[in-house]
């Protein structure tokens, strides 16, 4: 019976290559020279480091474009609020990963109001869906990928 999991994951090796060039545009950019700027990458979040609120939002919009540039999704960036400690402004991101359960009874509920002919069920942070025929496992990659979600989602693990 074919099947495919609905899955919502970052290519961590990626996300690197990006904050690393990110940080190289930093460290060359005349407007940032002397400011001791950075990017790192901690464990689900990423760390910006700056001067200002204003070289944090540039920073941002730096990380978004390298991003984008390697195929990465920014809807799986959660961004907090700018921290200002002394003479330095600092901002986390956090990284998500994983369909959580409420987003996931809610694809299952799309997916059973759809009347397509598809059975699906959340397995952990992914929902598997099977069906007897193919056509409908498209109709179905087809309508979430139509749908307002807001997380990025892959299909996985498509089987016939």
């Keep these: ?6 899955v919502s994951e970052l290519d961590m090796h990626e996300l690197t290559n990006a904050i690393d060039q990110t940080n190289k545009e930093v460290t060359n950019r005349f407007d940032f020279k002397g400011t001791n700027s950075k990017v790192e990458r901690g464990d689900g ?10 070289q944090i ?3 941002i919009d730096i990380v978004h474009q390298k991003m984008v540039k390697r195929g990465l999704d920014i809807r799986s960036l959660d961004e907090g609020d700018v921290e ?4 330095r402004a600092y901002l986390a991101i956090t990284l998500k990963q994983g369909i959580d ?3 996931a009874r809610k694809i299952v509920k799309m997916i059973k109001s759809s009347k ?8 952990g942070e992914q929902v598997r869906v099977t069906g007897k025929k193919r056509d409908d496992l498209q109709q179905v990659m087809t309508m979430l990928r139509e ?3 807001k997380l990025p989602m892959q299909f996985s693990n498509f089987r016939d």
């Design 1 to 6: 019976m074919p099947s495919f999991d609905v």
């Design 57 to 59: 939002k540039q920073i």
């Design 116 to 123: 397509l002919k598809v059975q699906s069920a959340i397995q």
């Design 147 to 149: 749908s307002d979600i």
């Design 84 to 87: 200002l400690r002394g003479s």
């Design 45 to 54: 979040a990423l760390n910006i480091e700056s001067q200002s609120e204003f």
């Design 101 to 103: 359960t409420e987003l």
